[in-house]
């Protein structure tokens, strides 16, 4: 048969040609990471070309599988960023690893649905291992339980809804529409923190306005002075304060809030504290970053994302809150053709947030935690502080350049001088923009105090000096050439 699907054979492809091709695509697949440096970053592409080169509408019979495993060559890869690429540096870098590619291959073949503990109770029990495993390297007391997701937008959306619920009567049941019974409800962040607390506030009822941003102070970290007149100016207005959102790890700079400051007014005011620590969080694995962890254990819930600093592949989210019933008592629901394999579980995580369907998330974790170890962890991201430290000690050196914010973790950010400010912003623009085109690396602009600056984000553990040091040389030549 040749691989091919004729339209009346039944069934999957026969075992010869699925273990042939299986085989064929692990090479494939082992080639790309062994040579990935030598692609170029940044698809050439315009948009629409790619989808236009195909037929537009669904084939009526199969083909053979060799033939679509050969077009990953010839249409997938030339549309591919190359996230994985040593010299990618934009946003937080790539947690690519090989043991969490061989893992998420696994989680493919067992397919398995992890929304009740019978359903597949390896996929529960190991997802509760690798969250104790990760609460002890985080050093959150027995008080905490987790419960995993794909991002921390989710995290933080369930945090904040489990908020809702303890500050305003009965909304799970009734809702908050048509209430005049429910306050007015007020979320606090920095002007630092993620967009995702705006969207929670949006899918939760609470509203984008009623996100309130505090102003950070020169380190961009969340103003606590500020935050304490927002709160005391909201309640003489008739809002509720509901929750603070602290950031261990910001998204243009990588500052870390005052969490401890930021808990007793929390408590002050009887206000949820969530932290957003989903890149800063990983810090923790390393005994000489203790320092990261100030206050952790003053707060109600707390997301850390392992796709971010601990290596695990894209996606993994996990959320802690003290007292997971807070969390339960919001979004357990059993249907009844889910009672029978709800009963007698110790834990059931689809009754901890808005999905059912739940991937098998913990096996590529465990997989990857176990094959580095926490020692073996630290090495790596101590190694990414130590390349961000000495990228920033270039720049530094350097008379075009300023650093732009103090570089705290794996993020530098940094600005092209020139003589006026709007003068500076469109060099800056422009260099981000011809490095990222020319394919060689790839690097992030962002806005702080309301100018533009280049970031540079490390987390890649193919990234070595010699790829910072090339991305550098390359910063140097774009400013040398381009226009003022």
């Not at 999905?355 to 926490?374: D, H, I, P, S």
Request: aromatic share 8%; charged share 25%.
């Amino acid at each position: 048969m040749n691989g091919v699907n004729k339209q009346e054979q039944l069934g999957d492809i026969p075992a010869d040609v699925f273990r042939k091709h299986l085989h064929e695509l692990a090479d494939w697949i082992a080639d790309y990471r062994e040579n990935i440096a030598s692609y170029r970053i940044s698809p050439t592409a315009p948009a629409g070309a790619i989808r236009a080169a195909l037929p537009q509408s669904a084939p009526e019979r199969g083909e053979p599988l060799g033939e679509i495993i050969s077009d990953i060559d010839r249409i997938v890869m030339p549309g591919v960023m190359h996230w994985a690429h040593p010299d990618f540096m934009g946003y937080f870098g790539a947690t690519t690893t090989a043991p969490g590619i061989l893992a998420e291959m696994v989680v493919a073949a067992l397919n398995v649905n992890a929304m009740t503990w019978r359903t597949s109770p390896v996929a529960t029990e190991l997802e509760t291992l690798v969250l104790d495993w990760l609460q002890q390297w985080l050093g959150l007391t027995s008080e905490f339980r987790g419960v995993v997701y794909d991002t921390a937008s989710i995290s933080t959306m369930h945090a904040l809804a489990a908020a809702r619920e303890e500050a305003a009567d009965s909304v799970r049941a009734l809702g908050i529409s048509g209430r005049d019974d429910v306050p007015m409800l007020r979320v606090y962040t920095s002007d630092q923190a993620h967009s995702s607390v705006d969207k929670a506030a949006i899918a939760l009822g609470i509203g984008e306005q009623n996100v309130r941003r505090v102003a950070s102070d020169s380190e961009f970290k969340m103003d606590v002075d500020a935050l304490r007149a927002a709160v005391a100016d909201d309640i003489r207005n008739g809002y509720k304060p509901l929750a603070v959102v602290a950031t261990v790890g910001t998204t243009s700079t990588a500052s870390v809030d005052p969490v401890r400051a930021i808990a007793s007014i929390c408590r002050e005011y009887d206000m949820w504290l969530h932290i957003d620590a989903a890149y800063g969080g990983g810090l923790a694995v390393l005994p000489e970053c203790d320092w990261v962890k100030d206050g952790w254990n003053e707060a109600d819930s707390l997301v850390v994302n392992s796709h971010k600093m601990l290596f695990v592949p894209f996606d993994f989210s996990t959320l802690y809150v003290r007292d997971m019933r807070r969390l339960r008592d919001v979004f357990t629901l059993i249907p009844e053709y889910l009672r029978g394999d709800a009963a007698g579980a110790e834990i059931n995580y689809m009754d901890y947030g808005v999905q059912l369907g739940r991937r098998f998330r913990g096996l590529k974790a465990w997989m990857v935690w176990r094959t580095f170890g926490r020692l073996g962890i630290a090495a790596r991201i101590r190694d990414h502080l130590r390349l961000a430290q000495l990228f920033a000690s270039w720049v530094d050196e350097d008379q075009r350049f300023e650093l732009a914010a103090p570089t705290v973790m794996g993020v530098v950010c940094f600005r092209i001088k020139a003589a006026d400010d709007n003068t500076a912003d469109r060099l800056n623009s422009r260099a981000v923009e011809t490095i990222n085109i020319s394919g060689k690396s790839y690097l992030m602009q962002t806005k702080l105090r309301g100018r533009t600056v280049i970031r540079l984000g490390l987390g890649n553990l193919l990234t070595t000096e010699k790829n910072v040091r090339r991305t550098w040389e390359i910063i140097q030549q774009t400013v040398s050439t381009i226009p003022g």
